[in-house]
């Protein structure tokens, strides 16, 4: 079937889906209340991708905030203002998009315009999820959708990325967030707790672009993916103690350098982005817990900070979009410095 007309049969039995009432009577009487409100397997629906949808016209205030020389005349994304950060005819896909890091830059991709699906081992995502979801739909124009699955299942992941693609008639990018983190010292690490760190960071994050990569190869448009490693890939960090970890993001670094090059001929880019230390809600528990991380590891990088997940939107629409469209095999290490010291 051409990817236009299953695209419309599909955009309007996505319609017809929506309206249909889950069934909740097997539920917690609290998940009840939350699903008759907003359920997230239902999306509120935004407006469905269209192929080859060019970037729109800066709306007409452009041109009046230009005239009164007062307000700002900067409409990023549109046709005159760097139109290839827009993501509006992208689907993107986001694994540990339920919650933290992952959530953050799908909220980003949004902005930017494209439809995204989040893919969690949740079985329901975070609070904020629900804000963002509301916002793609009532605010930006979008849609973003969830769906559960464990990125170690890789049958059930190929399935839910076979029909996504499907169901939109294309697959543009991949962000792959989805990880796990064990602080363990190395003499008491078992067999099985690394093997578990292996399959989701690496095997997990391996399998997801693999899954993407043959539906972009499917539909030859190309597409990005960019996967979510960390300085700890490159530095072991004082203090924290994480051998695992720290070499499942070695091996991310490394296996994006592969597929790059496995992949550049069919249009598909492959990149890291290596973070430093994110004050998310993990990451406050460990300062409940070790208290003197808040106050050494600000001191380890050369801004003296701790970076908040909202410092990787940028990093995220940049690497999807054709704004990155000569880079590949790269890292974008985004720590403060801390790596460089
Ligand atoms: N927080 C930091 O300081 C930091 C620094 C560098 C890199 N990172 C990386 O950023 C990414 C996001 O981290 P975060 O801080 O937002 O953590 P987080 O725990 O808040 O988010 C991770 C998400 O991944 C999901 N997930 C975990 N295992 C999964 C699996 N097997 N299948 C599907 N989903 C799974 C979780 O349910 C969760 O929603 C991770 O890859 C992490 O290693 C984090």
């Known amino acids: 079937m051409p990817p236009t007309t299953s695209l419309l049969r599909t955009t309007a039995s996505r319609y017809v889906r929506s309206s249909l009432v889950p069934s909740s009577r097997a539920l917690l009487p609290s998940f009840q209340t939350r699903l008759q409100s907003h359920d997230h397997r239902n999306p509120p629906l935004g407006n469905p991708p269209v192929v080859d949808r060019s970037p729109p016209h800066p709306p007409s205030e452009e041109a009046t905030a230009l005239k009164d020389n007062v307000k700002s005349g900067s409409f990023l994304g549109t046709t005159k203002r760097l139109p290839e950060f827009n993501l509006n005819d992208k689907v993107v896909l986001v ?42 739909a009532e605010e930006l124009g979008t849609t973003l959708h969830y769906r559960q699955i464990d990125v170690r299942d890789v049958p059930g ?83 924290l103690i994480c051998p695992a970890y720290n070499a499942s993001k070695a091996g991310v670094i490394q296996l994006a350098r592969n597929l790059a090059s496995e992949w550049g001929t069919h249009g598909i ?6 973070p430093g230390y994110i004050v998310t809600a993990m990451v406050e528990e460990l300062f409940q817990k070790y208290p003197e991380r808040r106050r050494d590891w600000p001191t380890q990088n050369m801004l003296g900070q701790l970076s908040v997940p909202q410092q990787y939107r940028g990093a995220a629409v940049f690497l999807i979009s054709d704004a990155s469209s000569f880079m590949t095999a790269a890292d974008l290490r985004i720590d403060g410095g801390h790596s460089a010291w």
């Not at 949004?110 to 439809?115: C, I, P, S």
């Not at 880019?269 to 290596?274: A, E, F, L, P």
Request: aromatic letters at 6%; proline letters at 2%.
């Open 95 to 136: 694994t540990g998009a339920a919650r933290g890091l992952g959530l953050v830059q799908a909220e980003a991709l949004l902005e930017a315009g494209a439809t995204v699906y989040a893919l969690d081992r949740l079985e329901e995502p975070s609070k904020d999820f629900y804000r963002v979801q509301k916002k793609a």
């Open 157 to 239: 992941l190929n399935e839910v990325v076979r029909s996504i693609s499907e169901s939109q008639g294309k697959l543009d990018g991949l962000i792959a967030a989805a990880g796990i983190q064990q602080e363990t010292p190395a003499l008491e690490y078992t067999a099985k707790d690394a093997n578990t760190m292996f399959e989701v960071n690496v095997t997990g994050v391996f399998m997801t672009a693999q899954a993407v990569a043959k539906e972009m190869i499917r539909w030859g448009r190309g597409g990005s993916i960019a996967m979510i490693a960390s300085m700890s890939g490159t530095v072991a960090n004082k203090g």
């Open 269 to 274: 880019r492959v990149n890291t982005i290596s």
